[in-house]
């Protein structure tokens, strides 16, 4: 099986720092995925980590370590067209290839 | 490049009818294309995995009978919800993994999403 872990609800002040964290736990892992959710629409792709380390693409930051089962989002700069949810997902090759998302963490960004 | 559609974006339907939604990746070719459902301030619950030509893998929970996925060709997966009922009610949304090239990301492109009402 697997288990994803991520805050439900995060609330950050605009021009900010936020780090919205996941946990996992699961077979056959292959990556680690981050998309941008928007209430009523699809989500966009953000990042993919496979290897241990800090990926920085913009005001967009994601890191992943593998031994911990760990992965964290790190905005900058925090925009109100951030307010979104923040969905961890991960990329698993057991029994074919899937993603796998977790709950999701809706983040509010105020003024 | 790599744009996923689904037709449609929204249905309502009297309950026990069928409905289709179908996903096309528009400008590549997609040997695998995903099912997914969410339901409100939820995250994406995998349905299945649409394989193109072969049989698709259903997740635990899902019933195959119920909802029918055809994979038909690179460009086009279709899911139907038959007899549906107002517990099916839902957003539904695709996704695409590109087969060729270097998708280095593993990158899935999702649809826009089907929005279904079963009155």
């Known amino acids: 099986g697997q288990n994803i872990d991520q805050p439900t609800e995060m609330t950050a002040t605009e021009g900010a720092i936020v780090q919205i964290n996941c946990t996992y736990q699961t077979s056959g892992f292959n990556g680690l995925f981050w998309y941008q959710q928007h209430a009523g629409e699809a989500p966009t792709f953000l990042s993919y980590?496979?290897?241990?380390g800090l990926e920085e693409k913009g005001r967009f930051s994601s890191f992943l370590s593998r031994s911990k089962g760990y992965s964290y989002l790190l905005l900058k700069e925090l925009q109100m067209k951030d307010s979104a949810s923040y969905l961890c997902a991960v990329w698993r090759v057991t029994g074919g290839f899937k993603t796998i998302f977790g709950a999701g963490t809706r983040l509010f960004v105020k003024a | 490049g790599a744009v996923v559609s689904q037709h449609p974006s929204w249905v309502i339907c009297k309950s026990g009818t069928s409905v289709k939604i179908e996903c096309r990746s528009l400008?590549?070719?997609?040997?695998?294309m995903f099912w997914y459902r969410q339901f409100p301030k939820q995250s994406l619950m995998l349905m299945a995995t649409?394989?193109?030509?072969?049989?698709?893998?259903?997740e635990q929970g899902v019933e195959k009978d119920k909802f029918l996925i055809n994979h038909a060709s690179l460009t086009l997966s279709t899911l139907t919800v038959t007899s549906a009922h107002p517990e099916d009610s839902s957003f539904y949304i695709c996704?695409?993994?590109?087969?060729?090239?270097?998708?280095?990301?593993?990158?899935?492109?999702f649809g826009p999403g089907t929005r279904l009402t079963v009155l």
């Open positions: 980590n496979v290897l241990d």
């Open positions: 649409s394989n193109e030509g072969s049989k698709a893998t259903y």
């Open positions: 400008d590549f070719q997609a040997t695998t």
């Open positions: 996704s695409a993994r590109v087969s060729r090239g270097a998708n280095l990301n593993n990158e899935q492109f």
